[in-house]
């Protein structure tokens, strides 16, 4: 049976077009250094290593919002500041300073180039668990849609996100190619949404046999994905072979 030709693709975001652990560091600093500003005696009493602790005791204790960090980073900020006997605690400043800091990331230096090159041909969405902000990380442009955990209820590797980006893109799941760096909420939960698959594999790690079948594409870079689209797919609308 031939292979659906493709007409858009969905595209993770940390750590598939930039590394996202510096920009998270950098916000947990910025956090901190306006804390021992402002309120030391919370800087004092959760420290950055502190504070860590605290987010993932509220992501296991509220799994009803598995699928939104940015509530979970909210509530972090409310228990730091009343364990310390502050019941109003300036969560929207802190926040901004997160959330500015955290969206201050440095994309490879393949991504930018490769965007360009396939958003000129098709409709691509972002679809992340994350927080990422395109606006102001200034790549906006490049994006038909923005497909977040947070505004779905669901997070990857759920089907039903992959499914509402299909909708929003208004293809269907097998006419579309899913991009990123996970295996698992990338690869395995795009491939059970029904979705094709491409596993942007940076480091050149072997695939998780526990997962099942390899990804349609093992590339590492998104260099090579725009190599690949050039080759094998003909720009939407154009006829094969011309």
């Known amino acids: 049976m031939p292979v659906p030709t493709l007409l858009a693709l969905t595209l993770d ?7 996202v652990l510096p920009a998270l560091q950098r916000a947990d600093q910025a956090v901190d250094v306006w804390l021992r500003q402002h309120h030391p005696d919370v800087a004092r009493a959760w420290p950055i290593a502190a504070m860590r602790e605290l987010r993932e005791q509220v992501a296991a204790d509220r799994l009803d919002l598995a699928h939104d960090f940015t509530s979970q980073r909210r509530l972090t900020l409310q228990h730091a500041f009343a364990a ?23 994309l490879y230096p393949d991504s930018l180039p490769a965007l360009r090159r396939i958003t000129a041909r098709w409709p691509l969405a972002s679809l992340t668990n994350g927080n990422a902000d395109l606006q102001r990380i200034g790549i906006r442009a490049h994006f038909a849609h923005h497909i977040c955990a947070r505004d779905s209820g ?48 940076r480091d050149g790690q072997p695939w998780p046999a526990e997962l099942g079948a390899p990804p349609e594409l093992d590339l590492r870079d998104m260099t090579a994905l725009a190599d690949w689209l050039d080759a094998q797919h003909p720009a939407v609308g154009t006829p094969p072979g011309t």
């Open 13 to 19: 975001l940390d750590d598939t077009l930039w590394p």
């Open 84 to 106: 310390c006997g502050i019941a109003a605690a300036p969560v929207d400043a802190l926040w901004e300073i997160y959330f500015a800091a955290r969206n201050s990331v440095e």
């Open 154 to 201: 669901v997070a990857k590797p759920d089907p039903r996100i992959f499914l509402a980006a299909a909708e929003r893109l208004g293809v269907a799941p097998d006419r579309i190619l899913h991009v990123g760096d996970d295996p698992e909420m990338d690869v395995a939960g795009a491939r059970n949404a029904g979705l094709r698959t491409a596993w942007i594999n």
